[in-house]
C-alpha cells in the first residue's frame, strides 16, 4: 500500500503542474518584515546550570544600545520551555515592551480547512475514500479509460488448500460508457484526477503536510528600548540531556589507608548553540518541572446547539358516535353553538451556547538563576575568559567549589568552559584524598562474597550518584555503582568478586520460645519470645588477611542479644566485620530475640491464689517473693467466701421471715399463732445478726484488700519461666 499511496501522490503532482498556467492562482507570499536597525542576531550564552531532571538554566547576556532587537534561536520543543520561564533585564532603565516569535495554525486544525477529511498521516485506502465520486483517469490495465470513482473495498483471497492471504484492494469506477469496471489496484496501475478543483484541494493538503515538518525552528525576538549603551541579559530553562557522574577511586602502590577519589561529569550539548566560554554548574537535584505546550494555539470545543423548532400537531381521527345525530338546526335551537377551531402553540427555550478559552502564563522567578520556578539554579558567573577542559586536565584545589541549597548541591567550575554545539566533554568535579580500607562483603540477599571498600567522606562535598572505577597498584580492579554520599558519610562500595572467601550460614537454628514474666509496682508483663541462633562460618583461603563484612538481616520487633556488636547498622540489615587471618577459618554467632509481651495488673479480677503458686512453682526465690501475695490473695478469697455465705443465708431467713408474717395474717385471732410470733422473733434476731456479721466482713475484705495491693505495689522480680527448644532451618 505504501508504494500505491506514493503513486497516487505522484500522480497529483503530475495533474497539478499540468493544469497550472501563468494566470492561474498561487498562494500569497508573506510579507518580509522590515529588519529593525541595529538588530542583534546573537545573544552569546554566558551561564549554563544543568539539573539531573533533564532541564537546564541559560543566561544570555551581551551590550545593547538605544531601541534594539534581539533574536535567539530555539526549537519548538525549547520554546514551551522558554515561554514558560523567560526572565529580560535590563541593567540600565531599559525595557524589554514585546516578546514575540513565529506561531502557526497547528496542522491539525489547518487540514480541517479541507473538504478531503484526511488527517496528518493518511492510508491509502483513506486517500481513495476521499476521490469517492470523483472524476478519475486509470491507467496500466489495458487500455486507458475515464470515469468516476464509485468506491474502494477490500477482499481476502482463499487459495485452493483454504488459506487465506492479506487484504486485496479493489476499485469499482463507473466508466463514461455506463460500465461498471472492477480492478485491483497494484504496483503497475495508476489513478489521476481529471478535476482541477480536486487537485487544488490536493495540492493544498501537501503544502501543509510540508510545511508543518518545517515548522521546527522558532525565532525568538525581544524588542529593547531604552538609551544610550546597557546590558540586557536573558534567562530561561530549556529540556536537556541528563548529565551523568563518573570517579575513579585509585590507590597508592604503597598502602597509606586512604585512597584518591577523582570525579568527573560528562556533559552534552544538544541545545544547537555553542557554549563558548560559559560558566557552568552542575546541580545534583530534581527541582519539580513539567512541560505545557504554550508556543501551541490553543483552541477549545464549544457545545453545538440545536436551532430551536416549533413542534407541529399531526393530523387525528376520531370515532364516531353510537346515538344519532342532530343537525345544526336543532342545536342552534337547543342554545348549542358551533365550537370554535382548537388552536395550540408550543415554545421551545433553546439556552444560548458559549465557548471558553483560558489563559495560561508562567510563574515568576528571581534574576541570576537564584530560585528559579520551574527548575532554576544558583549561583553567580564571575568573568569570562578561555579554556576548554579535556579529559587530561588536572584538577587543583579551587577549580570547583560546592555549595548546597535546598535539597540540591551544586558543582561550579571556577573557568570558563566551551563545548560546541552538539558535542559532548568530560569536566573535572572533584579530587580528594579519602580514607579507605578493603573488606569483603557477603550478605543473604547476594551469598556471592564480594571485594569491597569502605569509604569514609570526610571532606566538605557530596559526591553524586554513578559509577566508579577502581585502580589498584597501576591496574584496574572493577567498577560499580554509588548512590550520593553526603559529607561525614561511610559507605560500602562493592567492585568484584572475592573468590578466595567463602561464607556458609548454617543450615540449621536453634530457636526457643521462652516465656518471661516481669512484674514492677504492681503492673506483670508477661512476654513470649523467639530466640533464635545464627552461626556464620567464613573461610579464607587467600595468602593475606581479609575483613569481611557480613550483612544480617533486621527482623521487625528483633533486637540482638549476642555479646558481639554490629560495626555499622543500616535500615534493613546488621553489619559486623570479622578478621580473617590466611588459610584459616571462622564462626560467627548472632543472636536475636523477638517479642510478643501483654500486660497484666494483679488483682482479683485478673489472678487468683492458683494462678501465684503455678508462678512460684518455677524458682525457689520466686516462691519466696510471692508468698506474702499467695497468703493476702487467699485470706481475701476466705473472706469473700464468707461474704458469698452470708448473702445466702441473709436471703433464707427473709423468706422464713416472710412466711411467718403471711402465717400470722391467716391465723389472726387463733391461739396457734403464738407459735409463730416466736418463730418471727427469732427469725429477725437471727437476721439482725446476720446483717452486723455483713458489716463486720466488709471490713474484713476492705482490709485483706488494702494488704494484697500494698504486698503487690512492692513485688519486683523479672524471670523465665519455661522453654520450649526446637531446631529449623
Known amino acids: 500500500m505504501r508504494s500505491l499511496l506514493f503513486g497516487l501522490f505522484s500522480c497529483v503532482f503530475a495533474a497539478t503542474l499540468a493544469a497550472q498556467h501563468p494566470n492561474a492562482p498561487s498562494a500569497k507570499p508573506r510579507p518580509a518584515a522590515a529588519p529593525a536597525q541595529d538588530a542583534i542576531t546573537d545573544l552569546p550564552v554566558r551561564k549554563v546550570v544543568l539539573y539531573k531532571n533533564g532541564v537546564g538554566y541559560f543566561e544570555h547576556a551581551g551590550s545593547v544600545n538605544g531601541n534594539q532587537?534581539?533574536?535567539?534561536?530555539?526549537?519548538?520543543?525549547?520554546?514551551?520551555?522558554?515561554?514558560?520561564?523567560?526572565t529580560a533585564l535590563d541593567s540600565n532603565g531599559g525595557k524589554v515592551s514585546t516578546v514575540s516569535y513565529n506561531s502557526t495554525t497547528p496542522i491539525e486544525q489547518q487540514l480541517e480547512s479541507l473538504s478531503l477529511g484526511l488527517d496528518n498521516d493518511p492510508a491509502a485506502i483513506a486517500i481513495y475514500q476521499a476521490l469517492r465520486g470523483q472524476r478519475v483517469e486509470v491507467s496500466g490495465a489495458g487500455a486507458p479509460f475515464s470515469g468516476r470513482l464509485i468506491n474502494i473495498e477490500s477482499r481476502k483471497e482463499t487459495d485452493k488448500n483454504g488459506t487465506s492471504s492479506e487484504d486485496h484492494y479493489f476499485l469499482v469506477v463507473n466508466t463514461d460508457s455506463g460500465a461498471l469496471r472492477t480492478l485491483e489496484l497494484n504496483d503497475s496501475i495508476s489513478v489521476r484526477m481529471t478535476d482541477p478543483s480536486m487537485q487544488k484541494q490536493f495540492t493544498s493538503y501537501l503544502e501543509i503536510v510540508a510545511s508543518a515538518q518545517n515548522q521546527q525552528g522558532r525565532h525568538l525576538t525581544l524588542e529593547d528600548r531604552g538609551e544610550g549603551a546597557r546590558q540586557l541579559q536573558v534567562s530561561y530553562i530549556s529540556e536537556v540531556p541528563?548529565?551523568?557522574?563518573?570517579?575513579?577511586?585509585?590507590?597508592?602502590?604503597?598502602?597509606?589507608?586512604?585512597?584518591?577519589?577523582?570525579?568527573?561529569?560528562?556533559?552534552?550539548n544538544t541545545v544547537g548553540v555553542d557554549w563558548n566560554n560559559v560558566q557552568l554548574s552542575l546541580v545534583a537535584g530534581a527541582p519539580q518541572s513539567f512541560i505545557q505546550p504554550l508556543s501551541e494555539p490553543l483552541y477549545t470545543r464549544r457545545p453545538e446547539i440545536p436551532i430551536s423548532t416549533v413542534a407541529q400537531d399531526t393530523p387525528q381521527t376520531h370515532e364516531a358516535t353510537?346515538?344519532?345525530?342532530?343537525?345544526?338546526?336543532?342545536?342552534?335551537?337547543?342554545?348549542?353553538?358551533?365550537?370554535?377551531?382548537?388552536?395550540?402553540?408550543?415554545?421551545?427555550?433553546?439556552?444560548?451556547?458559549?465557548?471558553?478559552?483560558?489563559?495560561?502564563?508562567?510563574?515568576?522567578?528571581?534574576?541570576?538563576?537564584?530560585?528559579?520556578?520551574?527548575?532554576?539554579?544558583?549561583?553567580?558567573?564571575?568573568?569570562?575568559?578561555?579554556?576548554?577542559?579535556?579529559?587530561?586536565?588536572?584538577?587543583?584545589?579551587?577549580?570547583?567549589?560546592?555549595?548546597?541549597?535546598?535539597?540540591?548541591?551544586?558543582?561550579?567550575?571556577a573557568q570558563p568552559v566551551t563545548i560546541?554545539?552538539?558535542?559532548?566533554?568530560?569536566?573535572?568535579?572533584?579530587?580528594?584524598?579519602?580514607?579507605?580500607?578493603?573488606?569483603?562483603?557477603?550478605?543473604?540477599?547476594?551469598?556471592?562474597?564480594?571485594?569491597?571498600?569502605?569509604?569514609e567522606?570526610?571532606?566538605?562535598?557530596?559526591?553524586?550518584?554513578?559509577?566508579?572505577s577502581i585502580f589498584e597498584n597501576g591496574e584496574f580492579a572493577g567498577e560499580g555503582l554509588l548512590d550520593p554520599i553526603h559529607p561525614g558519610e561511610k559507605r560500602l562500595l562493592s567492585y568484584a568478586v572475592d573468590q578466595a572467601v567463602k561464607v556458609h550460614r548454617t543450615a540449621q537454628r536453634d530457636t526457643r520460645t521462652l516465656r518471661h514474666i516481669a512484674m514492677h509496682k504492681g503492673v506483670m508483663v508477661e512476654t513470649t519470645s523467639e530466640v533464635?541462633?545464627?552461626?556464620?562460618t567464613i573461610n579464607n583461603t587467600a595468602d593475606e588477611a581479609r575483613g569481611v563484612v557480613i550483612e544480617h538481616a533486621r527482623r521487625s520487633n528483633s533486637e540482638l542479644t549476642s555479646d558481639t556488636k554490629p560495626a555499622e547498622t543500616t535500615a534493613t540489615a546488621y553489619r559486623f566485620r570479622v578478621g580473617v587471618e590466611p588459610h584459616q577459618t571462622t564462626e560467627l554467632k548472632v543472636n536475636e530475640r523477638t517479642n510478643l509481651s501483654e500486660t497484666i495488673r494483679i488483682g482479683p479480677q485478673y489472678n487468683t491464689g492458683d494462678f501465684l503458686i503455678t508462678i512460684g512453682k518455677f524458682s525457689t526465690d520466686l516462691e519466696e517473693k510471692l508468698k506474702p501475695a499467695i497468703d493476702a490473695q487467699t485470706a481475701l478469697a476466705d473472706v469473700n467466701r464468707?461474704?458469698?455465705?452470708?448473702?445466702?443465708?441473709?436471703?433464707?431467713?427473709?423468706?422464713?421471715?416472710?412466711r411467718d408474717r403471711d402465717n400470722l395474717t391467716a391465723l389472726k385471732g387463733n391461739d396457734a399463732a403464738k407459735r409463730f410470733v416466736d418463730e418471727l422473733d427469732q427469725t429477725e434476731d437471727q437476721l439482725q445478726a446476720a446483717r452486723k456479721e455483713e458489716a463486720d466482713l466488709e471490713k474484713q475484705r476492705d482490709a485483706a484488700q488494702a494488704q494484697l495491693d500494698d504486698i503487690i505495689a512492692e513485688l519486683s522480680f523479672d524471670t523465665d519461666l519455661d522453654v520450649v527448644t526446637s531446631r529449623g532451618n
Open 242 to 268: 541528563v548529565w551523568k557522574s563518573t570517579y575513579r577511586i585509585v590507590f597508592p602502590r604503597d598502602p597509606n589507608g586512604n585512597a584518591t577519589v577523582q570525579g568527573w561529569a560528562v556533559v552534552d
Open 532 to 536: 533464635t541462633e545464627n552461626t556464620y
Open 420 to 455: 560546541h554545539k552538539n558535542e559532548s566533554a568530560m569536566v573535572p568535579i572533584l579530587q580528594e584524598e579519602l580514607p579507605t580500607s578493603h573488606v569483603t562483603l557477603w550478605s543473604d540477599s547476594h551469598p556471592t562474597p564480594l571485594r569491597a571498600i569502605w569509604l
Open 322 to 413: 353510537e346515538s344519532r345525530e342532530f343537525d345544526r338546526v336543532e342545536l342552534a335551537a337547543k342554545g348549542f353553538a358551533p365550537p370554535p377551531a382548537a388552536t395550540q402553540s408550543v415554545t421551545v427555550n433553546a439556552a444560548p451556547g458559549m465557548g471558553v478559552m483560558g489563559g495560561i502564563s508562567g510563574g515568576p522567578f528571581a534574576a541570576n538563576g537564584a530560585n528559579m520556578a520551574g527548575g532554576g539554579g544558583g549561583g553567580m558567573g564571575r568573568g569570562y575568559g578561555g579554556g576548554v577542559y579535556r579529559t587530561s586536565d588536572a584538577i587543583a584545589q579551587g577549580d570547583v567549589s560546592t555549595s548546597a541549597f535546598d535539597d540540591f548541591f551544586e558543582y561550579a567550575l
Open 69 to 86: 532587537r534581539v533574536t535567539i534561536e530555539f526549537t519548538s520543543s525549547q520554546l514551551n520551555d522558554v515561554l514558560q520561564s523567560l
Open 457 to 468: 567522606n570526610n571532606s566538605k562535598l557530596t559526591f553524586d550518584s554513578g559509577s566508579f
Open 642 to 658: 464468707k461474704l458469698i455465705d452470708n448473702e445466702a443465708k441473709q436471703k433464707t431467713l427473709s423468706s422464713d421471715e416472710a
